[in-house]
């Protein structure tokens, strides 16, 4: 499985963007996609999961901001940003895992199997 991250950019406080991972192979469907993402000096951290049956969960940081979504028939996996704040600013990655994963789990990057290269999300007025 490989996966491609983009859609990231410079948005001033307040924007949008929409960011999107193409997956190759045929486990997209079957598996269980998330997106996280590193500050400058920071960890990594959990942003927003979605379940092949579109069931998701998000990041108190960025619940009633983010929406995640995908299109198992193009095998891509979306994350809408509204209302972008200047500590969104990070390296936004995809990743996908085919194992079954309790809530708390779908938080934990070290069990996502595969992952996207970074794409830049910069929100400075």
């Known amino acids: 499985v490989q996966l491609q991250a983009s859609g990231g950019g410079l948005v001033q406080p307040g924007g949008s963007l929409r960011l999107s991972c193409a997956a190759s192979?045929?486990?997209?469907?079957?598996?269980?996609m998330g997106w996280f993402r590193r500050a400058p000096g920071k960890e990594r951290e959990f942003v927003a999961n979605?379940?092949?049956?579109?069931?998701?969960i998000y990041a108190d940081s960025v619940r009633g901001r983010f929406t995640i979504s995908r299109d198992n028939a193009k095998n891509t996996l979306y994350l809408q940003m509204n209302s972008l704040k200047p500590e969104d600013t990070a390296d936004y990655y995809c990743?996908?895992?085919?194992?079954?994963?309790?809530?708390?789990?779908?938080?934990?990057?070290?069990?996502?199997?595969?992952w996207g290269q970074g794409t830049q999300v910069t929100v400075s007025s």
């Open positions: 990743a996908l895992t085919t194992s079954v994963l309790i809530t708390s789990e779908r938080r934990n990057p070290d069990n996502y199997m595969y």
């Open positions: 192979g045929r486990t997209f469907s079957t598996g269980t």
């Open positions: 979605i379940r092949t049956g579109g069931a998701t």
